[in-house]
């Protein structure tokens, strides 16, 4: 089994910043892509980021500019630098990770962290 950790969310003043942590742990030979996704008031996840294994970065435009995913491989995780924050970019935010556990390729979710921006 993989799971996933997310770290870093909170309540924060528009204009301000946070930094979110995902780290993986359990069965892991290789974590392909990693990603951070948020609620949408539609209930649905919508990606924020993506990172590949190789660092290949891929951004909505909504957070394009004040965003930065990044990952440190030899810890399995991923963190998600969230700066010049605005009341739009409240939601749960959720970590995704694709990982090759030895012998298959599965996706994994965390379990979410709440960012609120206030205005």
Same mark, same amino acid.
């Given at each position: 089994?993989?799971?996933?950790?997310?770290?870093?969310?909170?309540?924060?003043?528009?204009?301000?910043?946070?930094?979110? $942590?995902?780290?993986?742990?359990? @069965? %892991? *030979? +290789?974590? !392909? =892509?990693?990603?951070?996704?948020? #609620?949408?008031?539609?209930?649905?996840?919508?990606?924020?980021?993506?990172?590949?294994?190789?660092?290949?970065?891929?951004?909505?435009? $909504?957070?394009?500019?004040?965003? @930065? %995913? *990044? +990952?440190? !491989? =030899?810890?399995?995780?991923?963190? #998600?630098?969230?700066?010049?924050?605005?009341?739009?970019?409240?939601?749960?935010?959720?970590?995704?990770?694709?990982?090759?556990?030895?012998?298959?390729?599965?996706?994994?979710?965390?379990?979410?962290?709440?960012?609120?921006?206030?205005?």
């Amino acid at each position: 089994q993989v799971q996933l950790v997310e770290s870093g969310g909170g309540l924060v003043q528009a204009g301000g910043s946070l930094r979110l $942590s995902c780290a993986a742990s359990g @069965t %892991i *030979s +290789r974590i !392909n =892509a990693m990603g951070w996704y948020r #609620l949408t008031p539609e209930k649905q996840r919508k990606l924020v980021a993506a990172i590949t294994s190789g660092g290949t970065t891929n951004y909505a435009d $909504s957070v394009k500019g004040r965003f @930065t %995913i *990044s +990952r440190d !491989n =030899a810890k399995n995780t991923v963190y #998600l630098q969230a700066n010049s924050l605005k009341p739009e970019d409240t939601a749960v935010y959720y970590c995704n990770a694709d990982v090759f556990t030895g012998w298959i390729t599965r996706n994994y979710w965390g379990q979410g962290t709440q960012v609120t921006v206030s205005s």
